[in-house]
């Protein structure tokens, strides 16, 4: 991805993003004359924060799609979009840099839907609620981590929608040259070949749970230290194919591995949170059953195999995000 959401408690995908661990448009009823002022207000806040003005909507009919400022963010809110088109309904999809700036807009409804990260999320309400080192919420048990995202939002207005298969994670990858040499498939197959490996990744990795001190702890996984050349850029990439570096801290539906020659060694206990993709609406405006059921079309069949295609087709063949979701609408017969 070429702005992969951030893998740790996001810095303001706050992830994954973390992808290290967020837009905008209005809703409403109709408002008059009276909310033309304030609306204008927002819009030129927003603007000076990156994100793009806001418009009033004039009926139910009408939704904003919130989006955050990164490749994937941007394709599934045009596929949101366009399954809700499809239901009836006038969209409208506005980019936000990031979850600071969508999230307030979202639980104002300013904003009705927004796809998101449910570890990555509940996380970030969490630390909202109870301070930046709370007891973490969330788990590699997406059912679980749903569960306590839940009770994060309902009293913040937001009501989170069932999660499907598709997942962007923080992942680790490999040299195919290098899995092959040491017979590699998992992260438990690195522990146990007693390699001794530096990991280009975010010089936050050295002391992040999921990072250098969870591939010790976990997997056994001796490390010699970190390169500090960024969560999945081209830089820390290329640094694992030349073999300057062995590991590389990457996301689960990086789109241009093959480029690089790399390979994912699959987390198989589990370390990653389930930071499973799902769509959080704002209760009042966006929270009935036909929003629901629309979204839920999308959610049942969009897999992470399919992010991954999706991001390589706007970052690597330089599609437009909302070409890219029409097309695979029209291929899954959604839209």
Do not use: W
């Amino acid at each position: 991805m070429s702005s992969p959401r951030p893998p740790f408690p996001e810095p303001s995908r706050s992830a994954r993003p973390s992808r290290s661990a967020g837009s905008s448009r209005l809703t409403g009823t109709s408002r008059r004359l009276l909310a033309v002022g304030a609306a204008a207000t927002l819009t030129a806040l927003l603007g000076a924060c990156g994100g793009e003005g806001l418009e009033e909507k004039d009926s139910q009919d009408k939704l904003v799609v919130g989006s955050a400022g990164f490749t994937e963010s941007e394709i599934v809110a045009n596929l949101y979009a366009g399954v809700l088109d499809d239901a009836g309904y006038s969209t409208t999809v506005k980019k936000a840099k990031n979850r600071e700036l969508y999230a307030p807009e979202l639980e104002k409804g300013r904003i009705d839907v927004v796809p998101e990260y449910a570890a990555t999320l509940a996380e970030f309400l969490n630390a909202k609620k109870n301070g930046p080192k709370a007891e973490p919420v969330a788990s590699s048990d997406p059912d679980k981590t749903v569960a306590a995202l839940k009770k994060l939002a309902q009293p913040r207005g937001l009501k989170v929608l069932p999660h499907g298969k598709a997942v962007d994670q923080n992942a680790f990858a490999v040299s195919k040259d290098y899995a092959a040499k040491h017979d590699l498939k998992t992260l438990s197959d690195l522990g146990s070949s007693k390699q001794r490996v530096t990991v280009a990744a975010g010089d936050e990795c050295e002391t992040r749970p999921f990072c250098q001190p969870g591939l010790e702890k976990t997997y056994g996984i001796d490390v010699a230290g970190i390169d500090p050349k960024g969560v999945g850029t081209s830089q820390s990439k290329q640094a694992v194919k030349d073999g300057t570096d062995q590991l590389v801290l990457t996301t689960t539906t990086d789109a241009t591995l093959d480029q690089f020659g790399l390979v994912l060694l699959k987390d198989d206990k589990h370390l990653q949170n389930a930071d499973n993709v799902l769509p959080v609406v704002n209760a009042k405006s966006a929270g009935g059953k036909k929003i629901e059921k629309a979204l839920e079309r999308l959610t049942q069949v969009l897999t992470t195999k399919d992010l991954t295609a999706l991001n390589r087709k706007v970052d690597r063949d330089r599609e437009k995000p909302e070409d890219v979701a029409r097309d695979y609408l029209k291929q899954k017969k959604l839209g």
